[in-house]
């Protein structure tokens, strides 16, 4: 009986959060009823110390618990009274157009001198591996955020697939040594400042304009007699008794994804949220739930502020069981993350929403960094 009055009381809880009258009133209960009761439980320890024939009064205990709440809900239904007041009179700002303007400034651009001599860095490393590998290598499509306009303006790097043909190594962590181990050669030329091997691609530090910048470089070696851009990915286990494996991809269905416009602000606001709060959540889950929440909305809801709400609904109810693949290998599940890392995602995106629905103008402060 006990546990149902709880599970009630939470979901109660939960349902009035965008009432602070009620929230810090139940917060005023449980805190008052807290410390009275242990304030006359340390004065009835002392008092039976000092006398040793005396028993512990739990009724004179209930009732200081009793006592304790009463004042703690008294004080937090005034706090809260006050505190929903002063909300009433916050002048409601044009969230859409905000939201929309905090994406446009957030974004990265093409244009600036850093990512562009970042792009001329990113080529001239393109350059040393083909006179390196020369036919070996098919091809070096780019991927990753600057391609699909989703990169931030203050993070962002480069990404390539480095294509081989299938002949070129005899496996496929010999093609990865022998690529990372290339550009470790090659630090001091063309500004490598170091080079470091990550979970499934090779990350050379370059220096632009003074600053360090990241260009990352994912060695593929194709299938044998597929012209579809599909092969194998190296995959480094950096655990105490892991072993090093692969992994299929296929870059051609990776760059056919595509993100509306809006679907694209939403993902920038989204990353600026995740970052402002580091949450363990990368980019390519976060552009699939993005894609995922469209894909299941009943409706999609009018007005760019609900949109953003949508996702984040989405994110906060389904993220425990959505089952997403991978486009670019159907092995690969994208939401197979830990247990602990959904939780701390879903209530991240839950606490925005009643943020929200309590005050509609703190969507904006949410996703600002």
């Known amino acids: ?33 807290a410390v009275f009761g242990i304030l006359d439980g340390i004065k009835q320890y002392n008092e039976i110390q000092e006398n040793s024939g005396k028993d512990f009064d739990w009724r004179r205990f209930l009732l200081a618990v009793g006592k304790g709440a009463a004042i703690g809900g008294a004080g937090g239904l005034l706090l809260g009274a006050w505190a929903d007041y002063e909300n009433s009179k916050v002048r409601p700002l044009n969230t859409d157009l905000g939201l929309i303007n905090l994406s446009d400034k957030i974004r990265f651009d093409e244009s ?36 699909t306009g989703t990169a931030l303006k203050d993070n962002f790097d480069i990404d390539y697939a480095v294509n081989f043909k299938h ?40 220096n632009v304009n003074g600053t360090e910048h990241k260009i990352d470089f994912a060695p593929c070696k194709l299938s044998k007699g597929k012209r579809n851009g599909a092969g194998y990915l190296h995959v480094n286990d950096d655990s105490l008794f892991g072993n090093p494996s692969y992994t299929k991809t296929n870059v051609r269905e990776l760059n056919k994804v595509k993100l509306s416009h809006t679907q694209k602000r939403i993902v920038l606001l989204l990353k600026n949220w995740k970052e402002k709060n580091d949450l363990p959540l990368s980019s ?20 760019f502020t609900k949109k953003v709400v949508m996702v984040l609904r989405h994110i906060a109810d389904n993220l425990h069981v959505a089952f997403i693949r ?43 960094h």
């Open 284 to 303: 390519h889950l976060l552009q699939n739930m993005v894609l995922d929440a469209y894909a299941f909305a009943p409706s999609i809801p009018k007005g």
């Open 112 to 147: 600036h001198p850093t990512y562009i001599k970042l792009k001329e860095k990113g080529q001239s490393l393109i350059f040393m591996l083909l006179a390196r590998y020369g036919s070996d290598i098919e091809s070096t499509p780019r991927l990753g955020s600057t391609v």
């Open 326 to 368: 991978g486009v670019e290998n159907t092995n690969n599940v994208i939401t197979a993350i830990p247990q602990s890392d959904k939780d701390i995602i879903a209530d991240a995106a839950r606490e925005v929403i009643k943020e929200y629905e309590y005050q509609p103008n703190s969507i904006m402060e949410a996703m600002f």
């Open 1 to 33: 009986m006990l546990q149902q009055l709880i599970t009630i009381w939470i979901k109660n809880y939960d349902k009035d959060f965008m009432n602070k009258k009620t929230k810090y009133s139940i917060n005023g209960v449980i805190m008052g009823g």
């Open 167 to 206: 002949y070129a190594f005899r496996n496929i962590g010999q093609m990865f040594d022998s690529v990372h181990d290339f550009f470790e050669d090659s630090i001091g030329k063309k500004g490598i400042l170091r080079v470091r091997r990550q979970r499934k691609s090779i990350g050379v530090f370059v």
